[in-house]
């Protein structure tokens, strides 16, 4: 049996994905109001093919509780914030939930650690738990880490399709757990030893947070002389070995935006690009902010409440708000007392989660004459022709209409 800890945005799609191809699974999280709700038979958040996935291992067995199983493998997925002042891991509730895997388990247990940390903590960090627990890590209980790469919005395809990489002390543990993840993913499994596996992982979401920059940067730079960015970029990315991301309003979610803080805070004076792309990344939101005020004076507008902002999740077609450039945007503008003025909305975020009531888009755009377009959701490129007649701010170079401005 499988125990699944943490059933949030990777844990649940793994522990469905286990439990459908034949494994027996029990899924665990500490909060009730996700447990009791997935007992009653409906998932916590969307995602494309989550729902159907989710009755395929119900009808197989899987269960869902708030206790910790007694069994001999774990799959640890919980959250693993950052302390934003530190910038370092807050590795809290790993702690937490390997103080209680140590309290259920039995030697032989292996521990699979999904969740993204920094280089080192498995050491530093878990290893004491495992010992403090009464056993030998690496003779008793075998510490794994198999980070996962999955991006939301395809989520399950990925995490069929994608490479994996297993961290483990001994060769045989790792082909064990390899076996595991073999049983659904057709991607390439690699294992190596645990440190390999956690820097791999922060070394990739850090690759792509620094790409981002390079294109975020290259939007202020073409801003100055009036050049158009996505022409340049357009035509470098047909160069062979070029392949320069897409600007935007900013880097949000809790991966990209949070995993490079784990190398500056660790390797400070080192990790030189690293911090300054997260620099390039983080002062977007207050770029666009810019780019409204002067929009706004050209166009000769002095009403903030005409302005509306399209969405407020971190990126296109996910209901997750973390870190998301838009929530920043709306900080800045409180201190300038008009956040709780504009107008905002989101089909995919159903709560009043700021000032604003929640609209849908007809009415949403009946209220506004400056449309400022922060997240590429399908529902609005499927309603473009809308949006004619109105001034139009669009961060993610996904409107053709004549006249649409850009980053
Ligand atoms: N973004 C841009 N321009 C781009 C691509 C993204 O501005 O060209 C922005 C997005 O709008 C968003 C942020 O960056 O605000 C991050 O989005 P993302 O789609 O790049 O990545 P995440 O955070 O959804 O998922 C990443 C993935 N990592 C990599 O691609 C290296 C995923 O594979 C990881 O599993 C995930 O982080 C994670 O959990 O670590």
Not at 71 to 86: C, E, G, Q, R
Not at 99 to 124: F, L, N, R, W, Y
Request: charged share 25%; with cysteine; aromatic share 8%.
């Amino acid at each position: 049996m499988i125990n699944v800890i943490g059933l949030g945005y990777i844990g649940l799609p793994t522990a469905l994905m286990l439990a459908a191809h034949g494994w027996e699974v029990v899924g665990t999280d500490y909060n009730q109001e996700i447990v009791n709700t997935l007992n009653l038979g409906q998932t916590t958040f969307k995602e494309q093919g989550l729902d159907e996935l989710f009755h395929a291992a119900v009808k197989a067995g899987i269960r869902f509780s708030e206790d910790y199983m007694k069994t001999d493998t774990y799959i640890l997925s919980v959250a693993t914030p950052y302390d934003k002042l530190s910038k370092k891991i807050d590795p809290q509730y790993l702690i937490k939930a390997m103080q209680s895997v140590m309290k259920v388990c039995t030697k032989g247990a292996i521990v699979i650690i999904e969740s993204t940390v920094s280089p080192g903590t498995i050491d530093k960090q878990i290893r004491p738990i495992v010992e403090a627990g009464g056993f030998v890590p690496g003779e008793d209980i075998h510490l794994v880490h198999a980070p996962e790469r999955i991006i939301p919005g395809n989520m399950l395809y990925e995490l069929k399709h994608n490479a994996r990489t297993i961290g483990a002390d001994h060769l045989n543990v790792g082909e064990q757990v390899k076996a595991i993840y073999d049983s659904f993913c057709v991607g390439e499994i690699i294992v190596t030893d645990i440190k390999t596996a956690e820097m791999t992982k922060v070394v990739e979401n850090t690759y792509r947070d620094i790409n981002i920059a390079y294109a975020n940067e290259l939007v202020k730079i073409c801003h100055v002389d009036n050049m158009d960015v996505y022409e340049i970029i357009r035509i470098a990315n047909r160069h062979p070995r070029v392949n320069i991301l897409k600007p935007g309003p900013g880097v949000g979610g809790h991966c990209i935006s949070v995993d490079p803080w784990f190398l500056v805070g660790d390797y400070p004076g080192l990790a030189n690009i690293i911090l300054a792309a997260r620099r390039i990344n983080d002062s977007m939101p207050e770029f666009v902010l810019e780019r409204i005020h002067d929009i706004m004076k050209e166009n000769g507008m002095r009403d903030v409440s005409r302005v509306g902002l399209y969405g407020l999740t971190y990126k296109e077609n996910v209901d997750d708000m973390r870190e998301s450039p838009t929530l920043q945007m709306l900080d800045c503008m409180e201190k300038h007392l008009c956040g709780n003025l504009v107008k905002i909305y989101d089909p995919m975020v159903k709560e009043d989660v700021v000032a604003n009531q929640y609209y849908d888009l007809d009415t949403f755009l009946g209220e506004i004459d400056f449309l400022v377009i922060l997240v590429g959701h399908k529902e609005i490129i499927d309603n473009m022709h809308k949006l004619k007649g109105k001034v139009v701010l669009d961060t993610r170079n996904i409107c053709d209409l004549e006249g649409t401005y850009r980053l």
